[in-house]
């Protein structure tokens, strides 16, 4: 009796962002301002975010003066130099102020000091996306360059910076195999990287980094201030005096730094205020001026200067160094609610004045842009990647519930605004309040992407078994795309370095030779696969290659946290880090062993489901099964299946991860424990392990491009699987099947198995009505059961994003959701934008 | 009670997961193969004859030059042919083809030839099942037997219910109920719900339209209502316009229902037109094309009835 039917009055709904664009509404839902609609409309009308050189060519000016200097007390210094000098401005509207540029819009910083060796070459390659963009064809990440800034860049940053920045004494400074491995055979190369493995170490400061917000707005600048006077009195060992005293008076310039930039805001505001024939905006000016009088300096004393705290503060740690994805938000409800809960109760703010306070910090974050001048960079983090995650929900310090009114008005907030800010990120957990969690799901179908969620039954039990306690364990927040923090305890702030998993397949097939890089030997010769005379043998083979390209992540791992010390220091973090400031030790030092330290490194995979899939299908079809050769799949692989379609087929429709099949989920864990067991092999610390995660942003892209034709039916150059998702469209079993074998093919008898991401595509009608909302609950409990780290959902019909390929205008505003963050649908490539709509998408079976 | 034997093989047309509408919570449903019925909307073509039938998707082909396989032997000769032209894709004799199992079917590297139903046993169904038990926990769902009708295979069905309680899991069947009663009786024992269909009321028009009339299905509904009173019955009607979308239906329905405490609700199911295409790869021509789903005013209408009838405001009932 089937199937008869599905109970459905509307066959295809749209989501809230798909309605809001389809009848042209400025936002998805009502509780928006016309003040934040106002800044809304006009970030998108400036455009293409524009590159903004003032902190760079201030922090150029103070480096040429301290040379010699300890390299903390210089960063302070430069810091202190930017915050009396950069230009401050404030914008009609603007409640919470404090900005890096002179413009109301998106902008991005680069940094000399990281990688001014790139500058000349990245101004050649934005010129070239922009003119592209210009003839109409459809728009990528693109960026502004006006031809004052170019100039400034080839007369004075990169001049002085090309050569003296960290990425090529980095590039100089690895193994030859190893720079081979990831630069290729050109030794001077220090742009594009090979795909084989994806080092981000040469393109941040710091990997993904929360701070502890809570200790500017309970003790202001001033008290930590005083904290490091204090222990600077109190050195006495000559070598303390050496080592810390540095550290210390850097603490103290920042904190002064920090004030003063406030300060200048502040008389800014009051001079405007001053000047201001409109009431109600004198009376914002006035109020802008007494908080930025206040704070960071003090500890905040209201909801307002507890926002205006944490915005200067996340503002400074931009204008320091680049932290990957920028700055994550920490557990925003939890040292936020004191103040929130005072300022309702004493009648000084509503929920709705308290929503809009928040929505002008995320208008503020979506303004910051992370522009990268390395194409291989650009590439792995499209769309602007940036992850800010404000972390809300979950589990207290005390093991009691964290939801509070404050998480529910942070999540509403985010709700209307038809911008790619901010990243709510919700913790779940066994007890996580329905009334909650129907929230969550209400704001997950609005079809942005957000909020994200993370799982605390997997991530407490991490940090627990990795050394923490159980209150700090408890107390995570959530960092970067879908990884996770203890802002006082982590110290791990060297970027990591993904594995291209479909490359290690190319490597045990093709003798350790790269096609797409014309035979270069990357990889160990592991023979002819044609002489495998069992699927074991070809599995050694893997193994070998993948603990060959493993020991290189960890080599280029060691040669980054050794010389970064020399390079990068960030005074403002470390001051923000217990650990950090009781051993007064710069943070970008967490090489040398901060004492008290979880110190984790970390294996980053590319390609998993591809990985499993092309395993999978040689065991099956060669050995199990016998229906193809050695030489028929080699064959048609290296013409990169051209005039091999029937070959094509069978190994497209060969058993693939994703579908409950035990024997094919098995080889992932097997996957993931041969990384794990030959990072233990050789790692250097007890209790200091490697991190094995899937958190490729957007690496996937790229990466394919990388790898030749794979065996699950992947020709070049075709994105690889994406997180720990199976392979685009080949998880046929729904979302639940697809699930389960991801949570089996995870390698969670170790206790280093770290952040998984997990993309999940429903369209609207799937989740519609209440009972859709309902549905969508239990999909997220049973995610918690299953223990896996993070899922998010783009709710949207494919139809919606087709149409917006075709008319990019139109769907300026539509946003998808990428990795651990979402992007502007128009601002991606047409490869990443493809790699989209190709993922699987889960409807409930009728 | 019959024993579970977790070795007693059906056929089974597909298992499907993620379901909603079968049943409470999130369930899994198995489609057996076979059924006593030929409703002329019927959306499940694939599952009405009592063996494996041979389905081909031209779609997936690539056509003889790429691949061409399914051209020779152990084809029967004639059975697949390609027609002058560029288009190089196969063509299927379905007459010719009669007998393809398994052997030919085999041979397609794209899926384009397959067969619909295969033999399987109670446990390997379960272990595929029990793989969504952590949705069923979070739910309240579990697995569903449909088909086809499921409970013409009464002996497979019952193991298989028995032993999904033995795992702990929920379960519940669809049936049009035009079975002898023995098989009913057989195999409710281990059904949590039953979802069973109410076509038309009409005898005559039930025969023209479904191919039997209703004389047994009402009474084996009826006993089966007082047979098992601890049992749920949840009462559906597939909604299609000009043939049973008309209130007297919907009363007649309920007139039969609402004396009987454990049937709990009365769903309607608007029609829709999914299965149109299988009867294409069935080789089959999709009879009646003028069937179109009914307007959400109309279900509403008849919905509002049910509502009545068992005491509900009709806000929130719909999908
Ligand atoms: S009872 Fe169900 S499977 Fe049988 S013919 Fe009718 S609709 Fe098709
Ligand atoms: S075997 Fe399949 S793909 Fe090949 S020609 Fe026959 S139907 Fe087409």
Redesign the interface.
Known sequence: ???????????NPLSAQERAIESGKKALHENVSERILRMIELIRNYGDPRLTLDRTVLFTESFKTTEGQPLVLRWAKALKHIAENIAVTIFADELIVGRPNTWFGRYGLVYGELDGSLMKEALGVFKAVKDKKGQGSIPSSSVTVLAEDGKVIEEVLFPYWNGRDFTPAFIKALPEETRHLIYGPDPNNISVQTGMLMCTGAWRHSQNWAHDFGKILTRGCKGIRDEARAKLAALEHPYDVVQKMPFLESVIIVCDAMMTLAMRYGRLAADMASRENDQQRKNELQEIAEACAWVPENPARTFREAVQSQWFTQMFSRLEQNIGGQVSMGRMDQYLYPYYQKDLADGRITRESAEELLQCVWLNMWQSTEVKLSPSAAASMEGFAHFEPVTIGGQTADGLDATNELSYVILESARPLPCTYPEITVRIYANTPDRFLHAVAEAVKDGTGRPKVVNDENIVPFYLSNGATVPEALDYACSGCCESRLVNRETQVTGNTGTNLGAVVEMALRDGKSKVWKDEQFGLKTGDPKKFATYEDLWRAFCAQLEHFTKHVMIQQCVAVTLKPHFFAAPMASMLHDLAMKECIDLHRHGEFIPGSIDLPCLETVGKGTAIDSLAAIKHLIYDTKQLTWDALLDALERNWE?K???R??C??APKYGN?IEWVDAIGWEIERIQLECARRYHVRANQYYMQRSVPVTAHVPMGRAVWATPNGRPNPEYLSEGISASHGMDV?????AL?SMARARCGAYKEKGADLINMKFTPSTV????GTR?LM??I??WC??KLWHIQFNIINKRTLLAAQKDPMKYRDLIVRIAGYSAFFVDLSPMQQAEIIARTE?E??? | MSQATPNQKGLVLNIQHFCTNDGPGIRTTVFLKFCSLRCKWCCNPESIGQRPELAYDINKCIGKKACGKCLQPPAPEGAMYVLDGPDDRVHINWDLAQGCGEETTSVCPTGALYLFGQEMTVDQVLDEVEQDSAFYRESGGGVTLSGGECLLQPDFSTALLAEAHERGINTAIETAGNVPWAFMEEVLPHVDTVLHDHKLTDPIRHKKWVGADNTRILANFKKAYETFPDKTFIARTPIIPGVNDDEEHIRSVLAFIRPHKNVVDYQLLPYHRYGETKYGFLGKVYELEDFTPPSSETMDRLRAIIDESFGRTAAGKTG
């Open positions: 009796m089937a199937k008869a039917a599905v109970k459905l009055a509307d066959p005039g379609e029937a070959i087929q069978l497209l429709n409950g079993k729904g979302p639940t099947t389960h519609a009505g209440e009972d549905r239990q999909v409990r049973t059961e299953l889960e409930m079976a009728h």
